[in-house]
């Protein structure tokens, strides 16, 4: 495994520590975030590091996370979501794009905005 980046903003209260987060608990980071504005800490800008970075971290695969967690950490990676359609707009219980599994990967049917 690669050197995990080094934390050097507490920005990465959500990775472990290998991969170059804190390793802090939910209840280490509760505290944190609830201190950070009283403290005059800046937030977090959420693209990466709170939309998709625990994701990889949780569910990817080793590649994806030697590939992908350090470059979030380093805002090197931005990650967004999207998840609008034409009948649904943001209401996501209307959603009906799907991605079907084939053999070796995924089919998305569906209209994306």
Request: aromatic residues 10%; hydrophobic residues 35%; proline residues 4%.
């Amino acid at each position: 495994m690669a050197a995990p980046v080094a934390c050097e903003r507490l920005d990465c209260t959500r990775l472990g520590a290998s991969y170059g987060g804190t390793g802090w608990s939910m209840t280490q980071r509760f505290i944190f975030e609830s201190e950070r504005p009283a403290a005059g800490a800046p937030n977090v800008v959420p693209f990466g590091l709170k939309m998709v970075d625990t994701v990889i971290y949780t569910f990817g695969n080793e590649e994806q996370k030697q590939r992908f967690l350090s470059r979030i950490l380093r805002s090197k990676d931005w990650w967004c979501k999207g998840y609008s359609e034409a009948s649904a707009g943001t209401d996501l219980t209307a959603l009906s794009t799907r991605a079907d599994l084939t053999v070796d990967e995924y089919i998305v049917n569906g209209t994306k905005l």
